[in-house]
């Protein structure tokens, strides 16, 4: 038997009788051995980190949510606290409205003053005047009553001269054209006795030699000839006139 083997048998055999002893066979020296039981043995150093593994496929979407209905609409909060109070305003113009309205009037009246002034610039060569009143006379031929509408829609009526200056006065006028005039007298109200417009009895006549005559009973109007005098003329018939103001 050779010594090696020798050896072996009297560890095995102190192995066994010592108590504690455990005999391990080393597989890759084909020897054994032997540990004392119950004592741990010391950690080994740490392992160096393996490389890293390949990139895996990325997996299946996950399943959408589904949306579900709204909600019931929450109850109104509480009233906040009120703020605190902003600075003041100026003071607004009271006035403005009224101011506009009246720029419009003067507007307003200023085209009608123009209108009346270019009216009067064209209407000047038949305008006259006595110590009380204004005539003009108008160039349209129109029966009486016609005329007698015309000049109190302008705001007077045919002129009745009561005296011989206003008798003069619209005389001036009536010399300027061709056709007679008619004058706010009339018989109409009391046949043969000639009043003005308004019934009045006038005490001024400036009647022409055989006048009034109340042709065929047909005459109850006056006008103006063209030598100042006067004559009763049908009503129904066209004149121009003279409007007194």
């Known amino acids: 038997m050779s010594i090696m083997k020798v050896l072996c048998l009297l560890l095995l055999h102190v192995a066994l009788v010592t108590p504690g002893t455990q005999i391990c066979k080393d597989p890759d020296e084909n020897a054994y051995s032997i540990i004392t039981c119950g004592a741990p043995g010391k950690n080994g150093l740490p392992g160096l980190n393996g490389a890293n593994g ?51 009037q003067i507007s307003g009246m200023d085209s009608r003053l123009r209108d009346l002034q270019a009216n009067f610039e064209n209407q000047a060569k038949d305008i006259a005047r006595s110590r009380s009143k204004n005539y003009i006379m108008n160039r349209l031929e129109v029966t009486y009553d016609e005329a007698k509408t015309i000049c109190v829609s302008g705001g007077g009526q045919l002129a009745v001269p009561r005296t011989q200056e206003e008798n003069q006065a619209i005389f001036s006028l009536r010399k300027k054209v061709e056709t007679h005039t008619f004058m706010g007298i009339n018989d109409l109200q009391h046949r043969g006795d000639f009043r003005d417009l308004s019934g009045q009895v006038i005490t001024y006549f400036n009647w022409r030699a055989g006048e009034p005559n109340n042709l065929r009973n047909e005459e109850h109007c006056v006008e103006m000839w063209d030598d100042g005098g006067w004559n009763d003329e049908n009503c129904a018939s066209k004149r121009f006139f003279i409007c007194e103001f």
């Open 54 to 104: 390949a990139k895996g496929e990325p997996g299946p979407p996950g399943l959408q949510g589904i949306v579900g209905p709204p909600g019931a609409k929450g109850d109104r909060g509480a009233n906040g606290e009120p703020g605190p109070q902003g600075p003041k305003g100026e003071r607004g113009d009271s006035m403005g409205p009224a101011i506009e309205s009246l720029k419009l």
